[in-house]
């Protein structure tokens, strides 16, 4: 079955310390990663769609990469308001996508 | 602000009792997903409509039902409610009828209290 691994489940960061969160993925013919970011008490908002391997995406101090078997979320000079829980996911059969369990970030000040 | 609506926000309801949540999709959409968040399994897929036919099932227990209506708002019905359904239930749109994009747009959730 398809399976999404998170990792750290939970990572503390002082402001512009950067750092990078783990994906790691088996599935049988990927074809879709992404990225959301989820707030306390909000639903999850999209961040990347990443579709092959070595394929990247910015947005602001984040950076998503690709491999074969994992995806990395790179935070560059993080700030407070980077603080998030950050969820992968991936398309399984044709409609539904799989989740991780999330990295809860946390940027102190 | 994703332009999803989900009603109410929140819910306390007791075991053995029916709830409904309601699901307005962003403008335009014709696909709304529905999934249930807990503390210990995460954000699971329950169901997909599309343009009111059901199109994919996921982890969806016997005593849930939904539906999309002409208008494209969807429901969620919750019978015979137990404590281990105490959950956010979060409702998704997407303009296409496959997740390909892999870009939902998700509501705020309704949280489910069963007591």
């Known amino acids: 079955e398809d399976q999404v691994t998170q990792s750290p489940e939970a990572l503390r960061l002082q402001e512009g310390e950067s750092s990078s969160l783990n994906c790691s993925y088996t599935v049988s013919g990927l074809r879709g990663l992404f990225w959301y970011r989820q707030d306390p008490g909000k639903g999850p908002e999209f961040l990347f769609t990443l579709y092959s391997a070595g394929e990247e995406k910015e947005k602001e101090r984040l950076k998503a990469t690709l491999t074969k078997k994992e995806s990395f979320l790179h935070i560059t000079a993080p700030k407070p308001e980077d603080s998030a829980t950050y969820l992968c996911?991936?398309?399984?059969?044709?409609?539904?996508?799989?989740f991780g369990q999330g990295t809860r970030l946390t940027i102190n000040p | 602000d994703s332009g999803v609506t989900q009603t109410p926000k929140h819910l306390i309801t007791a075991t053995g009792q029916r709830v409904t949540l309601r699901c307005s999709p962003r403008s335009g959409d014709l696909s709304v997903y529905w999934y249930q968040q807990s503390l210990d399994q995460g954000l699971q897929f329950l169901i997909q409509?599309?343009?009111?036919?059901?199109?994919a099932k996921g982890n969806i227990l016997e005593r849930f039902s939904a539906q999309q209506f002409p208008d494209l708002h969807s429901e969620l019905n919750l019978s015979s409610l137990e404590l281990g359904d105490s959950a956010l239930y979060f409702c998704?749109?997407?303009?296409?009828?496959?997740?390909?994009?892999?870009?939902?747009?998700f509501g705020e959730g309704s949280r489910l209290t069963v007591l």
């Open positions: 996911a991936v398309i399984q059969g044709a409609q539904k996508l799989v």
């Open positions: 998704a749109s997407s303009v296409a009828g496959e997740t390909y994009t892999g870009e939902l747009f």
């Open positions: 409509y599309y343009n009111g036919e059901e199109r």
